[in-house]
């Protein structure tokens, strides 16, 4: 395995490059690769515009999850979360004397080094897993300073509600991290929701509505909907698991509506949306077509949302498996759809809409 990964790893035009020099494989999270600033020689370098790369990062999270006796430990978890947020993967020659310089770049970067000897290292060098699967007890995955800052914020905010979360859970993304859907396509998923959320809603009242005549109300909207969707549009008889499911979306709704702007308010975790109101807001604004936004909300408002709705999640699924008491004042459903609508929205594993994850 380990031979096959440094192939993967290798330059694809070759490696001519001096016996002093180390072969440094970079992954960085961030958006927007930092400048080189330091004497170096680029072996390859790619992006998620690389079809391969999503491929050759499943492949190393393979080897970082087999190495020694493969069982799942706190720094193999939060290895596996940055590698599944990797943006840039860059192989780099670079000379001794260039080290402390390169620390600091890939520090920028927010990135996590793979050396010629097997081994992963985090930014000052240390090692975090080698090919027999030891680490350096100091080393650490890096996190961008804001989604350090976030964590520590919203773990103190819901600890004084009475959840207690674990200090172990990594931070989401960070500013520089963060993809983002563009605010039509946010607009259009909201649609597209709305028309299944009402869908589902006529099954469970026994008036089911007519597909056609929600298709000549928001003809606009049917594009944007995903092929599970389309699928229960046209099922004679969803289950009614499937329509329960479909029904909880106005969580979603609330959720990127207030996203893109659509919707003043974000409710507390144990309320319940205001679907009439919020299904009437958003019908009127469609009465002439698809709702118009400026743009997405501030980057720090949904960043925080969803850092404390990732952590809401986790004390949830503890309870359901017996090892806590549920969180007071928490609807299970309101969050699992947060959850998955804020995953959609930053590009969470680069996941369409039906297949989001929400992992906790």
């Known amino acids: 395995m380990f031979t096959r990964l440094t192939s993967m790893l290798s330059s694809p035009t070759g490696d001519d490059r001096d016996a002093s020099e180390l072969r440094l494989n970079v992954y960085a999270t961030v958006s927007t690769l930092p400048a080189i600033d330091f004497p170096h020689r680029v072996l390859g370098q790619r992006d998620l515009g690389d079809p391969d790369l999503h491929e050759h990062l499943e492949g190393f999270i393979g080897y970082v999850l087999s190495r020694g006796d493969g069982e799942m430990t706190r720094v193999r978890y939060h290895l596996m979360r940055h590698l599944q947020r990797v943006q840039h993967h860059v192989s780099l020659s670079v000379a001794p004397s260039s080290l402390p310089a390169f620390s600091q770049w890939t520090e920028r970067a927010n990135a996590v080094i793979f050396h010629d000897d097997g081994s992963v290292r985090d930014t000052a060098g240390r090692v975090l ?46 500013e520089e991290e963060a993809q983002w859907r563009t605010p039509a396509d946010v607009v259009g998923r909201v649609m597209a929701l709305l028309i299944v959320s009402a869908y589902a809603e006529g099954i469970r009242d026994d008036e089911r509505l007519d597909v056609e005549q929600m298709r000549e109300r928001l003809p606009e909207a049917f594009p944007y909907l ?3 969707e389309q699928a229960f549009l046209q099922a004679e008889n969803p289950d009614e698991h499937l329509v329960t499911q479909m029904g909880w979306r106005y969580e979603s709704i609330a ?79 309101v969050i699992q759809e947060r959850h998955h609508a804020l995953n959609w929205l930053v590009r969470f594993e680069q996941a369409a809409w039906d297949d989001v994850t929400t992992p906790t």
């Open 129 to 174: 897993i080698d090919s027999e699967g030891n680490g350096d007890p100091a080393a650490n995955v890096p996190y961008p300073a804001d989604a350090v800052a976030r964590k520590a914020v919203i773990e103190t905010e819901l600890s004084e509600k009475g959840i207690h979360t674990s200090t172990s859970l990594p931070p989401v993304v960070g």
């Open 226 to 228: 995903s092929p599970d």
């Open 255 to 333: 959720t990127l509506a207030w996203a893109a702007g659509l919707w003043p308010d974000h409710p507390a975790p144990d309320t319940i949306c205001d679907v009439a109101g919020l299904t009437a807001s958003l019908l009127d604004d469609a009465e002439h077509g698809m709702p118009t936004t400026r743009g997405l909300r501030l980057t720090d408002d949904i960043l925080d949302a969803l850092d404390m709705t990732f952590r809401m999640h986790w004390v949830i699924r503890e309870a359901e498996l017996g090892r806590r008491d549920f969180p007071p004042n928490v609807i299970p459903g």
